[in-house]
């Protein structure tokens, strides 16, 4: 039973649509989290909600709008794509604890690829 | 601001070598600090995650890493590496306020 899914794994579409990255945990965390990992493959943090609400927000452009319909879910959505929003996406879930979180776990990513 | 550098962007070993990336962080308070690896393709895994306690800690696959506080360091080690060591690895560190925040990487090369 996969602990973090997120769907779909690739994705291909051109510049100037508009798509959505799903995510979903099984493990009864409070937080989650979406990374943009680049072709470097440096992770960025890019959102990070705890219980449905938005707590971390990184320097990202508005085109992308996070969605947290309850706190096992937490979806992605991206407007007007651009070519620089290619990149491999990982959603990630973890519980707080002294010091930060505990551990997180990852999704096994989508490729997005914009044409 | 928290920041993690990693030493090392590309190390290329032989089997049966000795491992050992780099890792310095910059925070003044309580850290949890974590090695992730990404195999080709893969998503992240933890290896292992220092809380508190023993600075030496062991996780999985005979990786080990010792945090020195006093360095700001928290090293990956491993006494002999296999080719299917091959994988990209991640130093990261949280604090307060659950933000997770990942070093720039390290592609390890095993050749057999």
């Known amino acids: 039973d996969t602990a973090v899914s997120q769907t779909p794994k690739y994705l291909v579409t051109q510049m100037g649509n508009d798509k959505s990255i799903k995510c979903e945990q099984n493990?009864?965390?409070?937080?989650m989290y979406w990374y943009k990992q680049d072709s470097k493959k440096f992770l960025k943090i890019m959102f990070s909600?705890?219980?449905?609400?938005?707590?971390i927000n990184e320097t990202v452009p508005n085109r992308f709008s996070p969605k947290s319909p309850d706190k096992a879910h937490l979806n992605l959505h991206i407007n007007s794509l651009e070519l620089g929003d290619s990149a491999v996406y990982f959603c990630?879930?973890?519980?707080?604890?002294?010091?930060?979180?505990?551990?997180?776990?990852f999704g096994q990513g989508t490729r997005l690829t914009v044409v | 601001a928290q920041s993690v550098s990693q030493h090392n962007h590309h190390v290329i070993l032989s089997e049966a070598a000795s491992l050992e990336l780099g890792c310095n962080y910059s925070?003044?308070?309580?850290?949890?600090l974590f090695w992730y690896v990404q195999y080709p393709g893969q998503h992240l895994q933890l290896l292992l995650k220092?809380?508190?306690?023993?600075?030496l800690v062991k996780g999985i696959k005979g990786f080990e890493a010792e945090f020195i506080k006093s360095k700001f360091s928290f090293n990956l080690r491993k006494p002999s590496v296999q080719w299917s060591d091959t994988a990209e690895y991640f130093c990261?560190?949280?604090?307060?306020?659950?933000?997770?925040?990942f070093g720039q990487g390290t592609e390890l090369s095993v050749k057999p």
């Open positions: 990630a879930s973890s519980q707080p604890g002294t010091g930060g979180i505990t551990e997180a776990f």
């Open positions: 493990l009864g965390h409070d937080t």
């Open positions: 909600y705890n219980n449905k609400e938005l707590i």
């Open positions: 925070y003044g308070g309580t850290v949890n």
């Open positions: 220092y809380f508190s306690g023993d600075p």
């Open positions: 990261a560190v949280s604090s307060d306020g659950g933000k997770l925040i």
